[in-house]
């Protein structure tokens, strides 16, 4: 099939297949399960079912804004499971350890099965991962990258300084932008729409002022919106950001433009869910070794 292209264009289409299917995966799966059906409604990060759409505004910056790149999308961190391991696809576990003893050590992949990161691969999509709310593992609180000396870095904390290195505003500046509120708040007690109360509590033992709170500090700590993985803070910056990305995007794979895809083969070029694509980077990783004994003339190898 079109074995008359150039490698530019083989590269370029490929580009564009990748990127769409990317694209396609994050809004239709990974979105599904961050922010729930109003947020998503708001911020127009629902899919069509059919045909092109057209949403994109040439005054729309689709760069990584500050708060999403230093605070908001580091909401991951607290699903950080204490334990990594190796399994087979059967699901039976082989080995695993604690976090804190394999950072950083190869011999725990190499040392293994040639397998090994088809093993761990299958360990990190099956175990499930530790719910989003404001407690860490104590491997990336204490012990992050430990060395011979019992000497390790605080993950939290990192998240928390990097936002005062980025001059990020304080997290009650956030909740007015948001419009959460419409004035910055002057107790923490006003807090108690959005946290449980040993969260205010915790977070007046930790400031001395409520328009003290660091933004990563304040949004981890918030009650979780229903069907949803963070809170309103994070749900109104990461909703804005993925927007933003959207319809900043003269390329998105949805437009109906000269270098996109052609009705009727865009839904039909991605029909992969997450699973299925994980799986063929993996198989396509472990034949590397094969293919780099085979012809170096792209049509043959595809």
């Not at 080995?95 to 950083?104: G, N, R, S, V």
């Not at 605080?154 to 990020?168: E, K, P, S, V, Y």
């Not at 007015?176 to 002057?186: M, P």
């Amino acid at each position: 099939m079109n074995a008359h292209w150039n490698d530019n264009k083989i590269y370029n289409e490929a580009r564009k297949i990748v990127g769409a299917i990317i694209q396609h995966i994050t809004y239709k799966e990974y979105l599904l399960n961050v922010l729930n059906d109003p947020t998503r409604e708001k911020y127009g990060l629902k899919l069509s079912n059919t045909g092109f759409v057209d949403e994109y505004e040439a005054s729309v910056n689709p760069t990584i804004k500050n708060a999403f790149a230093a605070a908001a999308y580091r909401f991951g961190h607290s699903m950080i499971p204490p334990v990594e391991g190796l399994k087979k696809k059967n699901n039976r576990l082989v080995e695993d350890e604690f976090l804190e003893q394999i950072f950083l050590d190869q011999d725990f992949l190499l040392q293994k099965s040639a397998r090994a990161v088809e093993m761990l691969a299958q360990y990190a999509i099956t175990e499930p991962s530790r719910e989003v709310d404001r407690f860490f593992e104590s491997a990336i609180r204490n012990r992050l990258f430990e060395n011979v000396e019992d000497v390790g870095f605080d993950l939290t904390a990192l998240n928390i300084q990097r936002g005062r290195d980025h001059g990020l505003p304080a997290y009650v500046d956030w909740r007015v932008y948001c419009e959460l509120d419409t004035e910055k708040l002057i107790s923490f007690q006003e807090l108690h729409l959005t946290h449980d109360q040993h969260a205010i509590e915790q977070l007046g033992k930790a400031y001395a002022n409520v328009r003290d709170i660091d933004l990563y500090a304040g949004a981890m700590s918030e009650q979780r919106l229903p069907n949803s993985y963070v809170g309103p803070t994070f749900s109104c910056l990461i909703g804005e950001q993925f927007e933003a990305l959207k319809k900043g995007d003269r390329f998105w794979y949805e437009m109906p433009t000269r270098q996109g895809f052609k009705e009727g083969k865009i839904l039909q070029s991605f029909e992969l869910n997450n699973l299925k694509m994980i799986e063929a980077k993996l198989n396509l990783a472990l034949r590397t070794s094969d293919l780099r004994e085979q012809s170096h003339d792209v049509h043959t190898i595809f």
